[in-house]
């Protein structure tokens, strides 16, 4: 009312609950309205044409503030999760630019990057469902699987003590992460215990923004009194341990200049990738640049990188057990002057998921004496599987795709695509010895255009066993119903706004339909093959037979010297990706790539320029 009456012309507000306005009691003044954030493009453009002021409110919980409410049981938590099915999905982003959420994480399987949800951070905002993509299921009545340690305790029975450090003046802490994920609570935990024990400590927060996976720090001195400590923040070059929930933080400018050669350094090395993953679906870490910076910091010796995520998740089956797992594995190797019966009552004392956490600092002990116990242990449940396990050879890479395009169309034409494969293998070893990287591109990306994904294999996808395997294995809990979103060429509406066809929503009667569908793959190509009409099918199979052609002039063309320039035309098929408009956009870059490498390679060598004698 307020804003109207200084003059504003227009309200609008945007959330993803219109209907909790309703009963309010409140009188929203004229001209306000009230619409889904699904709606949110078309009030800004609304808003753009009204003349004068114009008020946008868009009202949602943080995702943070969701995952900490549901946990104390103050906020709804549907009893549902959603999964992207990994044969399906094409890597193409589109659902990170659609949720703008950084649980949709990246996944390297054998035929190529993937995407995937990380479980343990979903905030249950379900918006990455409207990614243009029928690889998306809401699979109603699940929760995520739990690990192993919920039902075998970690023994620590057997387990050496570590030399407690001694603290001189202060032993100074430095404890980083991502923003969300309890690097504040591991801080709160040690200062505890600190305080069980009567020993002086100070600690300051310096946090980021959670929603958008920001850095976190927590400075923490510890002193045998309180009045050693004089400051709190730990200045640069005066670390004795560094406990880092993100490889990416840890090679961060802040964290490097607090190492010195003697800091012991405990890294989680999980690739949890930034916001900038939802843009930029190319966006990779460099890792091994960042372990090489933190151990010239710090010390090789001193240096523990830990794959804590991945063993955490496994043995409690929530990746927020990470952090505790890492003060474990600092508390065994001397890195905390604590005793481990203070800290385990110090997250007694926290009261949050107490058995889980005391599980996790026990299992991070085990990790840091005989990590590769530890690694045994998980190996069933960690063990790469299906798509996600990689080839070790080319020939496999061949034949791994000669037996999925067999059961994509028939054996004939997965030895059509041998045929074409082994001739490129041959040329390139006439024309250029010794390498194979022609071979290999061929392999993988004659394949990704010859499978190409139409309505006959995305079903063939969900009922060839390996999506139920998939959903076993990431979740529990009992009469599973899954929900399918898809836009099926015949019934989607295109969006009014947009002109882009809309997803739908689909019961569990869907793997019946599937399960036919599939069968129908002999119609693929054919006549009778109603789908092989549209644009986007046509399409598809113009692209193999320009592959083809392509491979062709390049292989009568290849040389030594222009042999990086084949390889790169053989891969531009890995920039294609998605459905509908989504395989559009990209088809269109990697063409005008594919345009410019041809021209290079077409043109030869560049002549050498002599320069002339002085």
């Known amino acids: 009312a307020q804003m109207r009456a200084e003059g504003v012309e227009r309200i609008a507000i945007v959330t993803d609950e219109p209907t909790k306005y309703a009963g309010m ?6 001209a306000t309205t009230i619409d889904h954030r699904d709606d949110l493009d078309r009030v800004q453009r609304e808003l753009a044409g009204v003349p004068g ?10 995702a943070a503030e969701k995952r900490r409410r549901r946990k104390r049981g103050t906020f709804p938590d549907p009893v549902k999760r959603v999964i992207i099915n990994e044969a399906v999905c094409e890597g193409c982003g589109d659902c990170g630019v659609v949720s703008n959420c950084v ?3 990246p996944l390297d399987t054998e035929f190529g990057r993937k995407r995937t949800i990380d479980q343990s951070s979903c905030n249950k905002d379900f918006s990455c469902v409207k990614g243009f993509c029928p690889s998306f299921v809401t699979v109603h009545g699940a929760e995520p699987k739990k690990g192993r340690a919920m039902a075998v305790e970690a023994d620590i029975s057997g387990l050496p003590e570590p030399v407690i450090p001694t603290i001189e003046h202060t032993y100074n802490v430095l404890i980083e992460g991502v923003g969300g994920t309890g690097i504040v609570t591991v801080g709160a935990i040690l200062g505890m215990a600190c305080h069980l024990e009567k020993k002086g400590v100070g600690l300051i927060d310096m946090a980021g923004l959670a929603q958008k996976g920001g850095e976190v720090f927590s400075h923490m001195r510890i002193a045998r009194v309180p009045e050693d400590i004089h400051s709190i923040r730990v200045h640069a070059g005066s670390a004795d341990l560094v406990l880092s929930g993100d490889i990416v933080i840890a090679g961060g400018k802040k964290s490097l200049a607090g190492m010195k050669p003697t800091t012991k350094v405990v890294v989680n090395t999980v690739e949890t990738l930034p916001g900038q993953f939802t843009r930029d679906a190319n966006f990779s870490l460099p890792s091994e640049r960042l372990k090489r910076a933190i151990i010239s910091h710090a010390s090789r010796e001193t240096t523990h990188l830990v794959d804590a995520q991945r063993l955490a998740t496994a043995l409690m089956g929530n990746s927020i057990a990470t952090n505790l797992f890492l003060v474990g594995y600092a508390w065994q190797i001397g890195g905390l002057p604590l005793s481990s019966a203070s800290i385990e009552r110090a997250i007694e004392l926290n009261g949050e998921a107490v058995k889980m956490n005391i599980t996790a600092f026990r299992w991070g002990r085990l990790c840091a004496h005989d990590r590769a116990a530890v690694e045994k242990l998980v190996a069933p449940v960690t063990a790469p599987s299906g798509v996600e396990r990689l080839s070790s050879s080319l020939e496999e890479i061949i034949a791994r795709r000669v037996d999925q395009l067999t059961r994509y169309q028939s054996a004939a034409y997965g030895e059509r695509y041998r045929g074409l ?10 024309k250029a010895p010794g390498k194979q990287g022609l071979t290999e591109a061929v392999a993988r990306y004659l394949y990704k255009l010859m499978a190409y994904k139409d309505e006959y294999e995305v079903a063939r996808l969900y009922t060839d066993g390996n999506f139920l395997k998939q959903v076993a294995k990431t979740f529990d809990g009992q009469d ?3 929900e399918f979103h898809l836009s099926p060429p015949l019934l989607a509406k295109p969006d009014p706004e947009t002109g882009k066809p809309r997803k739908m929503s689909f019961g569990p009667w869907m793997m019946t339909w599937f399960k036919v569908l599939a069968g129908l793959k002999g119609l693929r190509g054919t006549a009778f093959d109603i789908f092989g009409y549209t644009h986007e099918r046509k399409t598809e199979r113009q692209l193999i037979k320009d592959y083809e052609a392509l491979l062709a002039e390049v292989l009568a ?9 084949a390889v790169g035309l ?13 395989k559009e956009r990209h088809l269109e870059v990697a063409k005008k790539e594919e345009a410019a490498l041809l021209a290079d390679f077409r043109s030869g060598p560049k002549p050498e320029v002599k320069l002339a004698a002085e």
């Open 25 to 30: 009691g409140v009188a929203f003044p004229t």
């Open 53 to 62: 002021v114009s008020v946008l409110i868009y009202d949602q919980t943080c």
């Open 103 to 105: 649980s949709v994480q």
């Open 421 to 430: 494969v082994e001739a490129t293998r041959k040329a390139e070893a006439d």
């Open 480 to 482: 599973l119903r899954f």
């Open 557 to 565: 063309r290849l040389t030594p010297d222009n042999h990086a320039l």
């Open 570 to 582: 053989a891969s531009i098929p890995e920039k294609i990706r998605g459905f509908g408009h989504v």
